[in-house]
């Protein structure tokens, strides 16, 4: 085992400094096993609609790709749905927004997907909708 520490100086009299123990096997095989943690891609969603329905995909999979996570999704707005609800990793799910009947402006929602077996993991994607107006252009006739 090897101890690393590193110091930076602002150049202003104040510095910080942090210390990571490093542990050198002799093969991959040796090292600890990789934890489960749920991946959730992207991690922020900004959506733009002009009363419509708009959609996006997201990924879920798990850091440890020896091991599948069995997760669930949950939508804090009623105008937010998801294609599925609950699978396991790795899965793409699809999120869809329906600002028809939404004036125009921003709304905030929240899409949270965790694990039906470890409480600990969980995933918080906050997703802004923004709804602009809709501007019907009719065609210019002129004489």
Same mark, same amino acid.
């Given at each position: 085992m090897v101890?690393?520490?590193?110091?930076?100086?602002?150049?202003?009299?104040?510095?910080?400094s942090e210390s990571v123990t490093v542990t050198v096997v002799a093969t991959p095989d040796d090292l600890p096993p990789t934890p489960d943690?749920? &991946?959730v891609a992207p991690h922020v969603i900004t959506l733009y609609s002009a009363g419509g329905l708009v959609t996006t995909t997201l990924g879920i999979d798990n850091q440890n790709p020896l091991h599948d996570i069995i997760w669930q999704a949950t939508v804090d707005q009623p105008w937010l749905s998801l294609n599925i609800?609950?699978? $396991?990793?790795? $899965?793409?799910? $699809?999120?869809?927004?329906?600002?028809?009947? &939404?004036?125009?402006?921003?709304?905030?929602?929240?899409?949270?997907i965790s694990s039906t077996e470890n409480s600990s993991l969980e995933v918080v994607v906050p997703l802004t909708l923004i709804v602009e107006p809709y501007i019907n252009y009719l065609p210019a006739v002129t004489r």
């Open positions: 101890s690393v520490t590193v110091q930076a100086d602002d150049g202003q009299g104040g510095s910080a943690a749920l &991946l609800s609950a699978g $396991t990793t790795f $899965t793409a799910i $699809t999120l869809q927004a329906n600002a028809a009947g &939404l004036a125009p402006g921003t709304y905030q929602a929240t899409l949270t």
